[in-house]
């Protein structure tokens, strides 16, 4: 297959000043720092970890000991790319997932029950109709958040609105200012979302597509290069969109809005943020291009078999904490690594 022109080389389109719609106001994050330096060199990468926990620690705003009271967002949304069969599930298996979550039926409720972190569903834009419901005791309260009943086709039309794109981003700023404690784990679940993530890694990282997409072992080689072929479409499409905004508007989603946002809030309250995998990771990058000093509380988890996910994580010039070659969302590569966190946090309260 000959692959369309990518477009201009954006290299260094997340670098860009950031050029914000007037409806938009994201709140003020200061930047973090660096924790106190100790001479802990045989705890090796555990110890930068945790003088980043504390650097962040005292930018809490209520000044809490310890990371306290963390929880769990998992953002649900689909995705009108999926109507170009880019995924091998349809857009019911994101209702289905969110059902499960919401009645405690899967590994991630017991993981979070067990790690004692408190876990929300958030339906940011869920193609079917969904009642908001609180928590049982097995599962998990869903908040409704929904903006629209799926984003629209980005290979014909941009996937979102830029008002709707505004509202899913305070969404997300809204349900983090609502929530307890001090350290915030963002996931997400839909149905293609990992077509967004790899097309905002390639405009705002300058990755060329073919890379970014890669060949994700779930796919066989027609379905690869199939998916590829309409990925090339929708790039070809939005070719103009260069900065995160703009990529976030023309090739994102509505969970990939609210995460970015809620990673904007949360950091701007001094939370540690845990960011679960690729398609929270490309929340990630919109995130800190549009609010640099978010990177100073950004923790990331663990690296998926996405092949684009070790570029991105490359491109932000950063490392998981684990990689554990998982296939899935939904926050469990975030709650593996949490009892991690839990030990870093510790070994910087005792100075040993």
Same mark, same amino acid.
């Given at each position: 297959?000959? $692959?369309?022109?990518?477009?201009?080389?954006?290299?260094?389109?997340?670098?860009?000043?950031?050029?914000?719609?007037?409806?938009?106001?994201?709140?003020?994050?200061?930047?973090?720092? &660096?924790? =106190?330096?100790? *001479?802990?060199?045989?705890?090796?990468?555990?110890? *930068?970890?945790?003088? @980043?926990?504390?650097?962040?620690?005292?930018?809490?705003?209520? @000044?809490?000991?310890?990371?306290?009271?963390?929880?769990?967002?998992?953002?649900?949304?689909?995705?009108?790319?999926? =109507?170009?069969?880019?995924?091998?599930?349809?857009?019911?298996?994101?209702?289905?997932? +969110?059902?499960?979550?919401?009645?405690?039926?899967?590994? #991630?409720?017991?993981?979070?029950?067990?790690?004692?972190?408190?876990?929300?569903?958030?339906?940011?834009? /869920?193609?079917?109709?969904?009642?908001?419901?609180? $928590?049982?005791?097995?599962?998990?309260?869903?908040?409704?958040?929904?903006?629209?009943?799926?984003?629209?086709?980005?290979?014909?039309?941009?996937?979102?609105?830029?008002?709707?794109? /505004?509202?899913?981003?305070?969404?997300?700023?809204? #349900?983090?200012?609502?929530?307890?404690?001090?350290?915030?784990? +963002?996931?997400?679940?839909? #149905?293609?979302?990992?077509?967004? $993530?790899?097309?905002?890694?390639?405009?705002?990282?300058?990755?060329?597509?073919?890379?970014?997409?890669?060949?994700?072992? =779930?796919? *066989?080689?027609?379905? $690869? @290069?199939?998916?590829?072929?309409?990925?090339?479409?929708?790039?070809?499409?939005?070719?103009?969109?260069?900065?995160?905004?703009?990529?976030?508007?023309?090739?994102?989603?509505?969970?990939?809005?609210?995460?970015?946002?809620?990673?904007?809030?949360?950091?701007?309250?001094?939370?540690? +943020?845990?960011? =679960?995998?690729?398609?929270?990771?490309?929340?990630?990058?919109?995130?800190?291009?549009?609010?640099?000093? #978010?990177?100073?509380?950004?923790?990331?988890?663990?690296? &998926?078999?996405?092949?684009?996910?070790?570029?991105?994580?490359?491109?932000?010039?950063?490392?998981? !904490?684990?990689?554990?070659?998982? @296939?899935?969302?939904?926050?469990?590569?975030?709650? !593996?690594?949490?009892?991690?966190?839990?030990?870093?946090?510790?070994?910087?309260?005792?100075?040993?």
């Amino acid at each position: 297959m000959k $692959a369309p022109p990518n477009g201009p080389d954006h290299g260094l389109a997340a670098a860009l000043p950031p050029t914000l719609p007037s409806g938009l106001h994201l709140p003020t994050v200061l930047p973090a720092g &660096s924790g =106190d330096p100790a *001479n802990r060199s045989e705890w090796g990468r555990v110890a *930068n970890l945790a003088n @980043r926990i504390g650097a962040v620690l005292r930018k809490d705003s209520l @000044r809490r000991p310890g990371l306290v009271q963390p929880q769990l967002l998992v953002f649900a949304a689909d995705h009108g790319i999926a =109507d170009e069969g880019v995924s091998r599930f349809g857009q019911e298996a994101t209702r289905q997932r +969110v059902e499960a979550l919401v009645q405690g039926n899967t590994d #991630v409720n017991r993981m979070a029950r067990d790690a004692g972190v408190a876990l929300t569903v958030v339906d940011a834009g /869920i193609s079917v109709p969904l009642t908001p419901a609180p $928590a049982t005791e097995a599962g998990a309260p869903l908040l409704s958040r929904k903006i629209a009943y799926g984003t629209r086709n980005m290979v014909l039309r941009s996937a979102m609105s830029t008002e709707q794109t /505004i509202a899913a981003m305070r969404a997300g700023m809204d #349900v983090v200012r609502h929530l307890p404690g001090n350290a915030v784990l +963002v996931a997400e679940t839909g #149905v293609a979302n990992t077509s967004s $993530a790899i097309l905002m890694l390639s405009r705002l990282c300058g990755v060329p597509l073919a890379d970014a997409c890669g060949h994700h072992p =779930d796919l *066989n080689d027609e379905m $690869a @290069r199939h998916k590829l072929e309409k990925l090339f479409a929708a790039a070809t499409r939005h070719r103009k969109a260069v900065r995160p905004f703009e990529v976030l508007v023309t090739m994102g989603g509505f969970e990939l809005a609210m995460m970015a946002g809620a990673m904007i809030q949360a950091a701007s309250e001094g939370r540690l +943020v845990v960011v =679960d995998g690729f398609v929270a990771g490309a929340a990630a990058l919109v995130a800190r291009g549009l609010v640099p000093a #978010v990177s100073d509380y950004l923790v990331y988890s663990h690296l &998926s078999v996405d092949p684009g996910h070790r570029l991105l994580m490359i491109h932000l010039q950063d490392r998981p !904490l684990l990689d554990m070659e998982l @296939r899935l969302g939904q926050g469990a590569g975030a709650l !593996l690594a949490w009892p991690l966190i839990l030990a870093a946090e510790q070994l910087g309260q005792t100075g040993t």
